[in-house]
């Protein structure tokens, strides 16, 4: 197994669990409430907004927000073939009409 993913079956302890919670409650992730001796969290923010922020800012620091810069490193690359940016064209048009 990959050891990249071998913290996923390790248990964490209770001091490190609380003080991801506190981050993420302190970030604005989660609301956080105490009914007697147990705290309860809830999401604050759904996983697709999440996603959404953290793909804009990945794309933000990775190509200076240049679709353009993007697209063509993905071309020089081999990483998109013609057809794929035939399907980005067919898309954008379709996006942009009217």
């Known amino acids: ?39 309860f969290y809830d999401p604050l923010v759904t996983e697709e907004a999440y996603l959404a922020e953290d793909s804009r800012r990945y794309f933000q620091k990775w190509t200076g927000g240049s679709l353009r810069d993007l697209v063509a490193c993905l071309y020089e690359t081999h990483s998109v073939t013609k057809e794929d940016l035939e399907e980005l064209k067919a898309f954008i048009e379709e996006e942009t009409k009217g």
């Open 1 to 39: 197994m990959c050891g990249y993913f071998r913290w996923a079956l390790t248990p964490w302890n209770l001091s490190a669990l609380q003080t991801l919670l506190g981050r993420l409650v302190n970030r604005g992730f989660l609301a956080t409430e105490k009914r007697g001796k147990s705290r």
